[in-house]
Structures are given as structure tokens and as C-alpha cells.
């Protein structure tokens, strides 16, 4: 048990999807795993522990932000051991091939700042994914047909962000979505040796302003639910 995740020892497995949506990770846990059980629900951050082929899998809420994910995916590794994690989540589309549904595979997560820049102080550290996470899923999403693209995304410190010159700075440099939480799971998995991977669903365009309706957007985190499951056991 930790400040802010209830679950005993053994009660986190090594493999966890993170959903910024505690009723995702609900929802998610309902409908992938077998034997799904609530191990946490501290602070109403609800993480679910279960089966899918027989591994065990975790699926966890890490909350908004980078604060937010920092503090879970921490706690996560270093007091339940957890050794590969995977946020599972929405993204806004920055370029025009990307469109609504499509997927999101990071490979890199550029940042204003991180809660973890402190440390590195006048260094830009460069968090990215991990090669065999990455590979992985993008193979299962071209097995499946999934539209996926692979690249670089922006985990943005603000939901509401009216920098219109750094979206379109950022989309002329390939930069694929915005989101708020990449940058920060990759850099505490780097710190502590886990594997860590982004697999993003988009549900809004920027530059054309396009959404999908909240329905729509439920059905759409069910492939990149699975092609994270299939990423994380490839091989095993």
C-alpha cells in the first residue's frame, strides 16, 4: 500500500495499461480481462487486476497531467514492481494525414516541461518509448488494419492551450497529437528500467476543429486497448 494506490503486495501485476479515465480503466478492465478484481480506488483512482491469455494484467487510471501520471506510474514501479506500462488514451490530431480514430503509436514525447525537469536541470532530456513495445504494437495494429501512425507527439501542460504558434510549430517539425501524460511515463520508466509505450486513439482534430461524439469515442478505445494487450505479450 502506497499514499495514493490501496492495492497489497501482489495484488499489481507486472504489465499495466494506464487510462487517464479512472472509468475507463473500469470499463476496460470489464470488458479485456478475465477475473477482473478492483484493487485500488484511493482518491477515486479506481486500478483493476485480472487475467488476458492467461498474463496478468493491471489496468490503473493515472489522471490528468503529467503531475498526475508522475505520482502513479512512480508508485506504480518502485512499490508493486510493475515493469512494463502502456497509457492507453485520447489524443488531439496536430497534422492533416492524421484523422479521427486513427491511432497514435509514440515513439517520442517533446514537452514544454516535465515534474521531472528538475533533475536534469540545464539538460533537454529526450524521453522515447520503448523499441520492442513499439514495434510490437505497431505490427499488431497493421495485422489488425488499424490506421496507426508512428512518430513523435507533445504532452502539453494545459488542456486549454492558446499557443496557435506552437501548434503550428510543432506540427511543421511532424509532430503528430497533442496529449498530457507521455512525456513524463516515459521519463520515470527510463529512471527506474521499465519498459514504458503511449497508444493514442484521436479524438479531435486541431487544425480543423473535428471531434468525435463521446459514443463514438468509447468504441474506438477498444482496438487500442487490444494492440496495447497484444504489444505487451508479444512473443510470449
Not at 478475465?34 to 496478468?56: I, K, P, Q, T
Not at 508508485?75 to 492524421?98: H, K, N, P, Q
Not at 533537454?124 to 507527439?153: K, M, Q, S, Y
Not at 497529437?177 to 512525456?183: L, S
Request: with cysteine.
Amino acid at each position: 500500500m502506497t499514499i495514493h494506490i490501496g492495492a497489497k503486495r501482489g495484488e499489481i501485476a507486472d504489465t499495466v495499461l494506464m487510462p487517464g479515465d479512472p472509468y475507463r480503466a473500469r470499463w476496460a478492465a470489464e470488458t479485456f480481462l478475465d477475473g477482473a478484481r478492483r484493487v485500488n480506488e484511493v482518491r477515486g483512482m479506481l486500478g483493476y487486476s485480472g487475467s488476458w491469455r492467461g498474463h496478468a494484467v493491471t489496468i490503473h487510471g493515472s489522471g490528468m497531467g503529467m503531475p498526475s501520471m508522475s505520482i502513479y506510474a512512480t508508485e506504480l514501479i518502485r512499490d508493486y514492481g510493475a515493469r512494463t506500462l502502456i497509457r492507453i488514451g485520447s489524443a488531439g490530431a496536430l497534422r492533416a494525414e492524421v484523422g479521427l480514430r486513427d491511432l497514435v503509436i509514440a515513439m517520442t514525447a517533446s514537452s514544454l516541461s516535465t515534474p521531472s525537469r528538475a533533475l536534469f536541470r540545464e539538460v533537454n532530456f529526450a524521453p522515447c518509448a520503448d523499441w520492442g513495445l513499439l514495434r510490437a504494437a505497431a505490427a499488431a495494429a497493421e495485422a489488425r488494419g488499424v490506421p496507426a501512425h508512428v512518430g513523435g507527439i507533445y504532452s502539453s501542460d494545459v488542456f486549454y492551450d492558446e499557443r496557435a504558434d506552437l501548434t503550428e510549430q510543432l506540427a511543421r517539425h511532424g509532430t503528430l497529437a497533442v496529449e498530457m501524460e507521455a512525456a513524463e511515463l516515459y521519463t520515470v520508466a527510463a529512471r527506474h528500467g521499465a519498459r514504458a509505450l503511449a497508444i493514442l486513439t484521436i479524438s479531435d482534430h486541431v487544425p480543423t476543429g473535428a471531434a468525435l461524439p463521446p459514443d463514438e469515442r468509447e468504441r474506438g478505445f477498444g482496438a487500442m486497448v487490444e494492440i496495447a494487450l497484444e504489444a505487451a505479450f508479444a512473443g510470449r
